[in-house]
């Protein structure tokens, strides 16, 4: 985590952009939160806030509906050798409340998943993404 906290601080004082975050994420930074967000907040005039709780500290998904795009942050991963899948369980605060955070992306419309970790999927990423959550459940 050390990492994650000095990186967010030296991101925010080189572009000199805010660290926006779901309020219990902010401990988990080590930094004070220039703004919180909560669920159904909207970023920027074009980013829907989704919170997931039972991943890590504050997980989020934004999703930009003009576009059909979502952004995950460690919910999902997109990794070589691990492939497309669910967080698994030893990094999750509650991996079955993790698991159920998921249903709440099913009825988007999706053309694009952006990850945190590995490559974007740009082809049937809706239909990928909710076969993902149904085996998971």
Known sequence: ????????AHFRA???????APPEAGADLGITLDQTVADGTELFDQFQVITLPGAGPGEIA???EKSETLTLGDIVVH???HGFSVLPDKYCENPQLARQS???LKPLSLGIL???HGLPIVSEAGTRLN???DTNL
């Open 62 to 64: 934004l999703y930009r």
């Open 102 to 104: 998921l249903k709440k």
């Open 79 to 81: 990794l070589p050798g």
């Open 1 to 8: 985590m050390e990492t994650i906290n000095r990186a967010t």
């Open 114 to 116: 952006t990850f945190a």
């Open 131 to 133: 076969r993902l959550i």
């Open 14 to 20: 080189r572009y000199e952009i805010p660290a926006i």
